[in-house]
């Protein structure tokens, strides 16, 4: 493994793509498990108002997303569109800073997350076409190694984020992710190179792919949906189950999601390795069991410790949705890595404002341990989805859809 790995390095641009993912998962991870804390003590709104205000800025990204991917594959200038949209990352949390009344907050954070929207998926894009300009064919592999790189950030971030909430406050946490986005967008800036890579602009366009009538694409979109709705769900509800369920502390809450990220780091690497050998849909079954397991156990734990070690199952999970997930979409649209990019993230976010519209309500109707109910069971349809043949989707992992056109 130690061989791929230096492989990977060689690759030119990759390096820096590792760094920004590193910045990518630290400036997301300072607030994140903080979020739901903020809203429900800070500007007094249920889980079920904080569920609201984060899937509509969810799906806020979605459409200039998919309007963004339609021509990233086509001629713009990717590395344009990194800086910008990490830029407007920036100035999206500097809004928690100086705006304090809820609805104002809104406003602002759906205007300026949609901007911010497009760097993730236009980062992967980026990365997968510096493999594919480099001899390297280990597609699997880079973008577990990249997805890596953004738990290694989410190691650190919460640590982070805990300390600056003990002596800044939840001001020191919202400055800290502003300047790490300002700090990625400026490294994007000065290290990053389109490489000359043959892109759908110069293959011959097939049949234009419409999501809802080709099932081999569908399948796949649908079931990171669901995948990510459930993992969301299990987001916006862990931290507040620590604390009020449980009796934890937010020091408990940052423990927690460190302890995820880390063992992540390790699990993708071996999937990565594990790919050459097992096919995404095999090692996407078997990230739904063990994530089922996982929320299994929440269902039925008493004690900080058992979610603690429980971690050791949602990190596979996460691991698996992570990196084999984008792995599965990009090699069925081979020639169009910003368009099959975006649908991936299109996918998580329509997943994340699912799970946060369905974990706030389900916290608070049914409690933050019931709410694990609706988890298990979005992962129970998924393993259906994925194991059910459907016609049309026949030899999906192998064989590339062919496309012109968009969703």
């Not at 389109?194 to 009538?213: I, N």
Request: hydrophobic residues 50%; positive net charge.
């Amino acid at each position: 493994m130690s061989i791929r790995i230096r492989q990977l390095f060689s690759i030119p641009g990759y390096t820096p793509f590792m760094i920004c993912m590193i910045l990518q998962g630290m400036g997301i991870s300072i607030s994140s498990p903080f979020l739901a804390v903020y809203f429900t003590s800070e500007l007094g709104v249920s889980a079920g108002v904080f569920g609201i205000f984060t899937a509509v800025t969810l799906i806020s990204g979605v459409g200039i997303s998919t309007l963004i991917a339609k021509r990233s594959d086509h001629g713009m200038n990717r590395k344009t569109l990194m800086v910008t949209a990490m830029f407007f990352n920036a100035i999206a949390f500097s809004g928690y800073l100086f705006i304090h009344e809820f609805y104002l907050l809104l406003i602002y954070m759906t205007v300026f997350t949609a901007i911010g929207a497009p760097a993730m998926p236009q980062l992967f894009a980026s990365a997968r076409e510096a493999v594919n300009a480099s001899s390297s064919s280990d597609h699997a592999f880079a973008n577990s190694s990249l997805r890596s790189m953004f738990s290694l950030g989410f190691i650190t971030g919460p640590l982070i984020g805990a300390v600056l909430l003990e002596h800044s406050g939840f001001q020191g946490i919202f400055t800290g992710t502003s300047l790490i986005f300002v700090l990625n967008a400026v490294l994007m800036l000065c290290t990053a190179k389109r490489p000359a890579v043959k892109t759908a602009a110069t293959v011959k366009p097939g049949q234009p792919l419409k999501l809802h009538q080709d099932t081999r694409v569908l399948i796949p979109f649908l079931v990171m949906t669901l995948l990510y709705s459930g993992h969301w769900m299990n987001n916006l509800n862990i931290s507040l189950f620590i604390i009020n369920t449980l009796g934890g502390s937010t020091q408990n809450v940052a423990s927690v999601s460190s302890v995820c990220a880390l063992l992540e780091i390790p699990f993708m690497l071996v999937l990565g390795v594990l790919s050459a050998k097992y096919s995404n849909r095999l090692l996407l079954l078997w990230g739904i069991v063990l994530g089922a397991a996982y929320y299994v156990l929440v269902l039925f734990s008493g004690a900080l410790w058992q979610i603690i070690a429980g971690q050791v199952l949602l990190a596979v999970f996460v691991a698996v949705i992570s990196a084999i997930g984008i792995s599965y979409i990009q090699d069925l649209l081979p020639d169009l890595p910003g368009y099959a990019s975006t649908l991936y993230t299109n996918a998580t976010t329509l997943g994340r404002l699912f799970g946060s519209l369905a974990g706030g309500a389900a916290a608070q109707w049914l409690g933050y341990r019931h709410a694990y109910w609706g988890c298990l069971l979005l992962l129970v349809v998924s393993f259906v989805l994925m194991v059910v043949p459907s016609s049309g989707r026949a030899n999906s992992d192998k064989s590339p859809v062919q496309t012109g056109g968009a969703m």
